[in-house]
């Protein structure tokens, strides 16, 4: 079973600020992970994929597969960035089932 | 180009009666996917259709929940005897082809009283 699990409900930290959201994994074959948002009143976007390895509104995620993690990281946290974050895996290759985790709200405080 | 679409925005039904949700995915995609978001969850899989088939159903809770996709672009995703455990945002998303991005719509919100 493919499970995928977001620690913090709500996480809030000031502009400027470090964010960093946990992402943490379970699956026994090669995943492929995600992160998407939602701002307000906009539909679920992908921000990111593990394989693109790739900065996206300088945001980053790195696939650590010891500690099956797939944490999401900015240096600086901006208002904009306060949004509805959720963490996806699917298995690698073609079609496969993706999983998302139960999402963490980023509040930035100005 | 427009992004994918979801009818009606909003449902509000009584238990035991039947909706329809529909989905008009971008045009081209060939995947489509419906997914259910619970108050206080992630998006939860449904259904997956590759063209006109559903190739993965195993996310569908009952046999009260049915979908459909006869042409290959829209699909509707039928719940029967609709029960107050059904309330919630069904999304639907669609993509180029399986390993692409899927984008989603706005979602439908079903409450049913």
């Known amino acids: 079973a493919q499970r995928v699990t977001q620690p913090e409900k709500l996480l809030s930290v000031f502009k400027g600020a470090p964010v960093e959201l946990k992402c943490n994994y379970s699956?026994?074959?090669?995943?492929?992970l995600f992160w998407y948002v939602q701002y307000s009143r906009q539909r679920l976007q992908l921000l990111l994929r593990h394989i693109s390895r790739e900065s996206i509104k300088g945001f980053t995620a790195d696939l650590n597969k010891g500690e099956t993690s797939f944490h999401l990281k900015k240096p600086f946290a901006q208002e904009e960035d306060s949004a509805m974050y959720y963490c996806?895996?699917?298995?690698?290759?073609?079609?496969?089932?993706?999983?998302f985790g139960t999402g963490t709200k980023l509040q930035v405080i100005p | 180009g427009a992004g994918v679409s979801q009818t009606p925005s909003n449902k509000v039904t009584e238990k035991g009666k039947y909706v329809e949700l529909r989905c008009d995915p971008i045009s081209g995609h060939t995947a489509l996917y419906w997914y259910r978001q619970s108050l206080g969850q992630g998006p939860e899989f449904l259904i997956y259709?590759?063209?006109?088939?559903?190739?993965?159903d195993s996310g569908l809770p009952n046999d009260r929940f049915f979908a459909v996709r006869p042409e290959g672009s829209v699909s509707t995703l039928k719940i029967q005897r609709t029960e107050r455990g059904d309330s919630a945002v069904y999304l639907c998303a669609s993509s180029l082809s399986p390993s692409e991005t899927q984008y989603f719509g706005p979602g439908t919100r079903l409450l049913v009283l």
């Open positions: 996806a895996l699917k298995g690698a290759g073609g079609y496969q089932k993706v999983t």
């Open positions: 259709f590759q063209g006109t088939g559903a190739a993965d």
């Open positions: 699956y026994s074959g090669s995943p492929e």
